[in-house]
């Protein structure tokens, strides 16, 4: 099992960056793949990014692509997604969660990366990023 805590949102005008953390406990945590998702109001959960735990491969949303970068570092425990040339639209609740099974490679659909992400409690409480115009 793993607890995660995502960190690093907030306010940032149109075009700006961010960078989130998602930071694990649990000594297993470098066995799982994990994913960024985020909801905006209104709107059903999405897969934005995937980095898998096996070969550093990864995964991105067309919405995203090219303007966020994913990376872990399993020495801390952390992912992180790097947010550059931020747009109003990517205003939402992020959040971080251990992807199922372990050892493999992320999806390669963001319905896919929902769908195999893992119960509640391999999910983060998220952060809030808004985008300002």
């Known amino acids: 099992e793993v607890q995660l805590v995502e960190s690093g949102g907030g306010l940032v005008q149109v075009g700006g960056s961010l960078r989130l953390s998602c930071a694990a406990s649990g000594s297993t945590f470098d066995a799982y793949p994990t994913g960024w998702f985020r909801q905006a109001p209104g709107k059903e959960r999405e897969g934005v990014s995937c980095?898998?735990?096996?070969?550093?491969?990864?995964y991105y949303a067309d919405s995203v692509k090219g303007r966020f970068t994913i990376s872990r570092d399993d020495a801390k425990n952390t992912v992180y997604l790097q947010m550059n040339s931020l747009k109003p639209e990517d205003t939402a609740v992020y959040y971080c969660?251990?992807?199922?099974?372990?050892?493999?490679?992320?999806?390669?659909?963001?319905?896919?990366?929902?769908?195999?992400?893992?119960?509640?409690?391999?999910w983060g409480q998220g952060t809030q990023v808004t985008v300002s115009s």
């Open positions: 980095i898998s735990s096996t070969d550093g491969s990864t």
């Open positions: 969660a251990a992807i199922f099974p372990t050892l493999s490679s992320c999806p390669s659909s963001s319905a896919a990366l929902r769908s195999r992400a893992g119960e509640d409690d391999y």
